[in-house]
T-cell receptor
Framework: QQPVQSPQAVILREGEDAVINCSSSKALYSVHWYRQKHGEAPVFLMILLKGGEQKGHDKISASFNEKKQQSSLYLTASQLSYSGTYFCGTGGTGNQFYFGTGTSLTVIP | DGGITQSPKYLFRKEGQNVTLSCEQNLNHDAMYWYRQDPGQGLRLIYYSQIVNDFQKGDIAEGYSVSREKKESFPLTVTSAQKNPTAFYLC????????????FGPGTRLTVT
């Protein structure tokens, strides 16, 4: 039931773009995206709801394909501060919530 | 300031001892969650609670117990039955349901030897 993320890891140079994918085997009502720095707690980035619009702020945006039960996170013109591990989180119609397998993103100068 | 706190930050225990991790929030959130994270791994749900005096098991509840006697508090007990308890434990809270972001505490790193 844990959503699968791809790629597992990616290394970017500053200014490059990246896409992180999240795929679930269950019908989804919501998709959350979080970023975690090493040794710290995850920090919320955005949430997408079924029937909702593509969300974004600054140079990070996301989409949610309800039929395919997938979401993608788009990072454009990456900055050093974008480094960390990105997790999607998925909720169905019930109350249980699952975090994805994680994608390690490293931005180098 | 509203937030969610966990204590202690680091905890060391001997095998065979039960240990209780604290989680308190003053965000007036109905829902609270406990996750376990192992090195290089994702977050796995241990228990969650959507309302006071009610909680449900997550994927890896065996060897753990919780209580939710107050809205603000959701302590997690790691019992001696948990085979491999050394991990990073994260508590989170949110408004009820999956449509709301989860706010995380700073985590407790538990080491059992």
């Amino acid at each position: 039931q844990q959503p699968v993320q791809s790629p597992q890891a990616v290394i970017l140079r500053e200014g490059e773009d990246a896409v992180i994918n999240c795929s679930s085997s269950k019908a989804l009502y919501s998709v959350h995206w979080y970023r975690q720095k090493h040794g710290e707690a995850p920090v919320f980035l955005m949430i997408l709801l079924k029937g909702g619009e593509q969300k974004g702020h600054d140079k990070i945006s996301a989409s949610f394909n309800e039929k395919k039960q997938q979401s993608s996170l788009y990072l454009t013109a990456s900055q050093l501060s974008y480094s960390g591990t990105y997790f999607c989180g998925t909720g169905g119609t019930g109350n249980q919530f699952y975090f994805g397998t994680g994608t390690s993103l490293t931005v180098i100068p | 300031d509203g937030g969610i706190t966990q204590s202690p930050k680091y905890l060391f225990r001997k095998e065979g001892q039960n240990v209780t991790l604290s989680c308190e929030q003053n965000l007036n959130h109905d829902a609270m969650y406990w996750y376990r994270q192992d090195p290089g791994q994702g977050l796995r749900l241990i228990y969650y609670s959507q309302i006071v005096n009610d909680f449900q098991k997550g994927d890896i509840a065996e060897g753990y117990s919780v209580s939710r006697e107050k809205k603000e508090s959701f302590p997690l007990t790691v019992t001696s039955a948990q085979k491999n308890p050394t991990a990073f434990y994260l508590c989170a809270s949110s408004m009820a349901g999956n449509s709301y972001e989860q706010y995380f505490g700073p985590g407790t790193r538990l080491t059992v030897t």
